[in-house]
């Protein structure tokens, strides 16, 4: 399958020029999922202390319109994370995205930071805990959102439920993309399956940039196979989804916990 990762302003959803860049990227290359960076229906919330349950709404409401128009990119599932409110509280949710079901829910992020830039734990709720694969379109997949993919125990507890594919859709900053690249390879590497990584790029807070540089990991090895710049900012890759099964026979996958 071809498989798309991304790097995207915080405010691209106000940019034509971005969508149809896009969308022109999807059409020439054919791809077959889409990852989209964390929440990215709407400007990054997290970035500012001040809560504001207006704007929450706002976002929730722009999330679920812009969903509601993922068939115009013409990919078969498209996945990223929303804003939510379940029973009356905040959440952030992963999502994939296929025309025959719509958008369906898989994992509301756990792991919540809170520092200048990222007050996630301050605007939003932690999830159940619960992280459980999501079979659609015969692929299994797995979300680590963003801080997520620092709990690597929880990438090994993916892949012996049978992930093929990783999706960690981030909003994370410049000043750390080295260590996140790294992150990723790992995360491939102990769970056997397919690393996928969307995020934003530009402006986050006046002092600080987001750091884009999403990219693609094979599963054998960890080995990093292409990421995304501020130049290009859009990366397709065509992957052998059995690889991902052949990976966790082997080393280190195969040793008993």
Known sequence: MKVTVCELPNNWINSEPVQEKLKSHLNAEKSDLLLLPEMPFYSWLAGSRDVDQELWAKAVDNHQAMIERLGDLKVGLVAGTRPILKNGAPHNEGFIWTKAAGAVGGHEKYYLPNEEGFWEATWYRRGDGVFKVIEAEGITFGFLICTEMWFNHRAREYGKAGMDILLC????PATS???????????????GAFCLSSNFNGSNTPDMDFGGTGWIVEPEEGNLLGTTSEKEPFLTMEIDINLAEQAKKSYPRYVED
Do not use: I, K, Y
């Open 169 to 172: 859709p981030r909003a994370t």
């Open 177 to 191: 993309t080295g260590s996140w690249v790294a992150g990723g390879r790992a995360a491939a590497n102990v769970s």
